[in-house]
Nanobody, 115 residues
Framework: QVQLVESGGGLVQPGGSLRLSCAAS????????MAWYRQAPGKQREPVAV???????NYPESVKGRFTISRDNAKNTVYLQMNSLKPEDTAVYYC?????????WGKGTPVTVSS
């Protein structure tokens, strides 16, 4: 059974940093495409970072240079380091993977950027 459990969200001031974690079970995260998505109130869920099984990464322009996705294979965990946070980064952040045509989501961790 695939499970993705996010943690690390919270309240941070503009310009601050947070590191989100996604602990995976039931899969070997290093062998899978993994991604972070976010969903702000009243908006559609959108991808903010992806990492392939080969380790290549990709980001939308809105977070490029500020967010970094990485993984710790020993811990079977994927991280999202978020720097220079802006109020528009406020959202619930979700971990995502797919396997054999099925999508798997965590329950999300909320991030609020506010002074």
């Amino acid at each position: 059974q695939v499970q993705l459990v996010e943690s690390g969200g919270g309240l941070v001031q503009p310009g601050g940093s947070l590191r989100l974690s996604c602990a995976a079970s039931g899969i070997i995260a290093s062998e899978k495409f993994m991604a972070w998505y976010r969903q702000a109130p009243g908006k559609q869920r959108e991808p903010v970072a992806v990492i392939s099984s080969s380790g290549s990464t990709n980001y939308p322009e809105s977070v490029k240079g500020r967010f970094t996705i990485s993984r710790d294979n020993a811990k079977n965990t994927v991280y999202l380091q978020m720097n220079s946070l802006k109020p528009e980064d406020t959202a619930v952040y979700y971990c995502y993977t797919n396997m054999v045509g099925m999508s798997y989501w965590g329950k999300g961790t909320p991030v609020t950027v506010s002074s």
